[in-house]
């Protein structure tokens, strides 16, 4: 008997243990079906999840009821996130692009105060991640989903110093030096 208490206390010290995400109504579809007696109506909907600390998901519910549709939406966000890494917890490392059927995004760094500059289903991704400085643009599909999947795809090939030092067998110190060499040689020669 003891043992069944100590598993059921585990169980909701790890859900108070969960980080506590932030989550973002990117759209709301209603969809009809036509039946003998007239029609069906349900709902579609698209929902961004993070922990405004590096992570991210996105979800898509469908439920004859709008809150019903949300819910499945975050949970099935909450199932599929992902971990981005970022610099100084306020922006990308590298400029990227990304892709989804006729979607494609392309994201760039910027400096610190330019804020978050993109359209609709973007803003909502960048916010829940915890981007405060970005510049991007979506081309071609203007359709929510392919938008997010799109930025997803890219956020996904964003990679830090200490991933690509591990991945070259190199120290992260090594890796920017080289970088940031060719930016202070015309420094050194306007001076």
């Known amino acids: 008997m003891a043992e069944r208490d100590n598993r059921r206390g ?36 698209l929902v961004v999840v993070g922990d405004q600390k590096g992570r991210v998901g996105f979800g898509k519910g469908k439920a004859k009821e709008v809150p019903e549709a949300i819910r499945k939406a975050t949970e099935q966000a909450k199932r599929q996130m992902i971990r981005v890494p970022l610099r100084e917890g306020r922006t990308l490392h590298h400029d990227m692009e990304g892709r989804h059927g006729a979607g494609k995004v392309v994201m760039r760094t910027a400096p610190e105060g330019t804020g978050i500059i993109a359209g609709g289903p973007m803003r909502a991704v960048f916010e829940m991640l915890g981007i405060k400085d970005v510049v991007s643009k979506s081309l071609g599909s203007q359709n929510p ?15 830090s110093p200490r991933q690509v030092a591990a991945r070259r067998g190199k120290k992260v110190a090594d890796i920017l030096k080289k970088d940031e060499a060719p930016a202070a040689a015309p420094a050194a020669a306007e001076a």
Not at 147 to 159: F, H, N, P, W, Y
């Open 145 to 159: 989903y392919n938008m997010i999947r799109a930025t997803m795809d890219g956020l996904t090939k964003e990679s």
């Open 10 to 45: 585990r169980g909701r010290n790890r859900e108070d243990e969960t980080p506590e995400f932030a989550d973002r109504l990117v759209a709301i579809n209603r969809v009809s079906k036509t039946v003998k007696g007239g029609k069906r109506f349900g709902f579609a909907a």
